[in-house]
């Protein structure tokens, strides 16, 4: 039988993904908590808009930063808005989540890899065809 | 430790005078709550969500650079708009939470307010996206343009399709919690649609990194 109000995991049990962490937390406290997720977010936002379009950094560099930033945003997000913790009552929350950031990887490498090299190999082929080829691809 | 449990009693005897963090490790006597079940097994379709985005931006990214003569991202993406955008969807994520807590607390005025608030913000979302696409398709930068517009509209059309739906949830859960209060399935059902919500934020921190932010300025 579930109670009115099954927020509270019974000891021993795991956490809900989004669910604050067990304990009594306060309302402020959860606010609190939203509102630190809330900055931390914006201020990686705002520095992503900012090397976007800034010459002061060598601008190679600036996709790498890009990626990092994002990276860095989605765990504060994990964090602070799913409550994603390292806590024991969270193994299986971050289980799931690491097979799914390994099968993301999987598509998203692999495929920026197969293409590239495709396209690595294609190369010598369209210069031996030479001006037909490359009216074939400006049409 | 498992959201499933299988039988044996190992922290039983001393469940009563069990505290702190091992304690919780070795107790494993009882199922896992309802709201725990439920939570878990929504994240893993929200996993699985995000490893079908994945494979839109693995095609935008083999594709972005195939504009066939047509119009690139750095023509075509204004980031005014963009940073505006991802403005609404952050403030939308913490009034989501906010809504969450108030929820918890079975307090009406944060609950409707945060969700009244993440409404019309994932509205102004909306709105800015479709003016956005309604704009490009006018100047002849539509879907059927080139490869990596039709990569482009496939991968952020797909986003806000979840957004307007999430919006349509939410709605949903402003009028069941009216209907039947703070009722524990109905708690459960807010839970999955918080969830539910701070993953298209996270999708969108990719999308603007991925799409807006490297388009425009490579």
Known sequence: MSSIDDYEPLRGADHAPGDEPAGGREVLEGVLGYLVGLALAILLTAVSFFLAGTWLVWRPSIPIALVVLAIAQIGVHLVFFLHITTGPDNVNNVLALAFGVLIVMLIMVGSLWIMSNMNNNMTPMHMQMGQSAVWFMVA | ?218
């Open chain 2, 1 to 218: 430790m498992t959201a499933f449990q299988a039988g044996a009693d190992y922290g039983g005897g001393r469940r009563e005078e069990a505290r702190g963090p091992a304690a919780i490790v070795l107790d494993h006597s009882h199922p896992a709550s309802k709201r725990i079940i439920v939570g878990y097994g929504f994240w893993i379709f929200l996993l699985s969500d995000i490893i079908m985005f994945s494979a839109f931006f693995a095609t935008y990214a083999v594709l972005s650079g195939e504009t066939a003569g047509g119009p690139s991202g750095k023509d075509l993406f204004d980031l005014h708009n963009v940073a505006i955008e991802t403005g609404c969807l952050l403030l939308s994520s913490f009034t989501c939470g906010l809504a969450a807590i108030g929820a918890r607390a079975h307090n009406g005025p944060m609950y409707y307010g945060g969700m009244a608030a993440t409404c019309v913000l994932g509205l102004g979302f909306l709105a800015i996206e479709i003016h956005e696409f309604v704009g490009m398709i006018d100047q002849g930068a539509g879907p059927t343009r080139s490869a990596f517009l039709s990569a482009f509209f496939t991968l952020v059309g797909c986003h806000g399709v979840h957004v307007t739906l999430g919006t349509l949830w939410l709605l949903t859960m402003i009028a069941q919690v009216f209907a039947k209060g703070y009722r524990a399935d109905i708690l459960r059902r807010v839970l999955c649609f918080a969830l539910f919500w701070h993953t298209l934020d996270i999708i969108w921190v990719a999308i603007f990194t991925v799409v807006y932010l490297l388009g425009a300025g490579s």
